[in-house]
């Protein structure tokens, strides 16, 4: 991120929305034609979004806020957050101002590694055709790296080859999986077409027939870990640490639990995937397939005592998000967002994005271990409830408050309010 400030901003929650993108605007080098365009993005999205996606009649806005006091890796990270649910982006604020005195969050990558698979039917010999086809490795090899010879020159290109025999309810099945690193780019488009290159030389190699040639979402040869302390005199004390603890463990044991603990996880870090134009649901699918890549659904992170009496938490899931290619690339706001988090590669989104899965996770359970979400939201809720019945500029606050003060945050109750105040 450009700027000597940092990702601290005090009192930008206050500010105006037109204030907190001249903020953000000063901090990270974004251009006067990059702030015009978050000001105004919607409408003029339309033709844009007729190339991307189909029947196109216009565009959908979600709120776009900026997480703040975020350090990732010892550099300080603004975080633009794509999300239509409350408490989402403060939450995040909230838990990295937190674990700034023990040097933010800290994070990993195994490589861009994404898998294709290609399913073969009908093999009569399927163990030796797995040999058979083991044996083929450099020419599956140089197939692959013709497919795509940019990511090649990139760096890129065919890494491994893996063969899977499944017994399954229509018979065996020989599964090629291939492994190519995709560098900078998501890697779909890549990987698929060469799968269907590869296809048809299988069956003259092993017979059998070709039927799918995708990509797999599980992609866990593309992994992001995070990792932070926080000290526990900073969260409240022994017993907010141990309460965390303890959420975790009940996540960790019980898939009910998990899918709730990991939802929360995936508030942050689609908000992300999504301001960058990535792809949201190829995320989830991932995170939810590794929370069950032992037999039994469990949580994405856990939450532990240090030897020195912290809390230290740690998330680790599948990260196939590129910055290069697809709505990423041409998506203005999109690139507005990476110019935001001074991100120019895919490594550096991927740990920013676990960071952010980190730190939500820990606002979520420290809340649910403390006092609830409720009130938090409740606040927010009557907000929303405030505009709903029609409540416009100053009113909506005093009809927010209004609600609060008697504790009953309903519509009935808004609109009466409303209609006494005006
Ligand atoms: C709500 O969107 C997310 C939470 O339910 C997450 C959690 O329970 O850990 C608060």
């Not at 190339?51 to 990732?72: K, S, Y």
């Not at 058979?132 to 790296?145: Q, S, T």
């Not at 134009?277 to 949580?299: K, L, V, W």
Request: charged share 20%; aromatic share 2%; hydrophobic share 45%.
């Amino acid at each position: 991120m450009g700027g000597d400030e940092g990702s601290r901003i005090p009192g930008f929650h206050t500010l105006s929305p037109a204030d907190r993108l001249d903020a953000v605007g000063r901090r990270s080098g974004l251009g006067n034609a990059g702030k015009a365009h978050l000001l105004e993005a919607g409408a003029p999205l339309t033709e844009l979004a007729d190339h991307l996606a189909e029947n196109v009649i216009g565009t959908m806005n979600v709120p776009l806020g900026v997480a703040t006091n975020l350090i990732v890796d010892g550099e300080e990270v603004l975080v633009p957050m794509a999300t239509e649910e409350s408490s989402v982006v403060a939450a995040v604020c909230n838990a990295a101002k937190q674990c700034r005195e023990t040097g933010g969050i800290f994070a990993s990558w195994t490589g861009p590694r994404m898998i294709a698979q290609i399913q073969l039917l009908g093999v009569a010999d399927p163990h030796h055709a797995r040999v058979k086809l083991l044996e083929r490795r450099d020419e599956i090899a140089a197939l692959c790296d013709s497919c795509d010879p940019m990511l090649v020159k990139l760096g890129g290109g065919f890494r491994d080859l893996e063969v899977r025999l499944l017994e399954t309810r229509v018979g065996p099945m020989v599964v090629l999986h291939l492994i190519v690193d995709t560098r900078d780019a998501m890697g779909a488009n890549a990987v698929n077409t060469m799968a269907e290159k590869l296809a048809p030389h299988l069956e003259g190699w092993v017979g059998g027939s070709v039927k799918l040639r995708i990509l797999s979402n599980l992609a866990d040869q593309r992994l992001v870990r995070a990792r932070a302390v926080w000290r526990t005199e900073t969260i409240g004390g022994p017993d907010v640490r141990d309460g965390m603890i303890a959420a975790s463990a009940f996540a960790e044991a019980d898939p009910y639990r998990a899918a709730t603990h990991n939802k929360g996880i995936m508030n942050g870090i689609s908000a992300v995937v999504l301001a960058t134009g990535n792809d949201t649901r190829a995320i989830e699918a991932g995170a939810h397939a590794y929370a069950s890549r032992s037999g039994r659904y469990t949580a994405l992170s856990r939450w532990e005592e240090t030897t020195d009496g912290d809390l230290a938490g740690t998330l680790e899931l599948p990260m196939a998000v590129g910055v290069v290619g697809g709505a990423t690339k041409v998506h203005p706001t999109a690139q507005a967002n990476l110019k935001i988090m001074g991100i120019d590669g895919a490594e550096r989104l991927a740990k920013v994005i676990a960071a952010v899965g980190l730190t939500q996770n820990f606002a979520a359970v420290k809340a649910l271990a403390t006092t609830g979400i409720q009130a938090g939201h409740m606040r927010l809720h009557a907000r929303n409830l405030a505009i709903t019945v029609g409540a416009e500029g100053e009113e909506i606050d005093r009809v927010a408050a209004a609600l609060i003060e008697r504790g009953e945050i309903r519509q009935d109750v808004a609109e009466s309010v409303l209609s006494e105040i005006r």
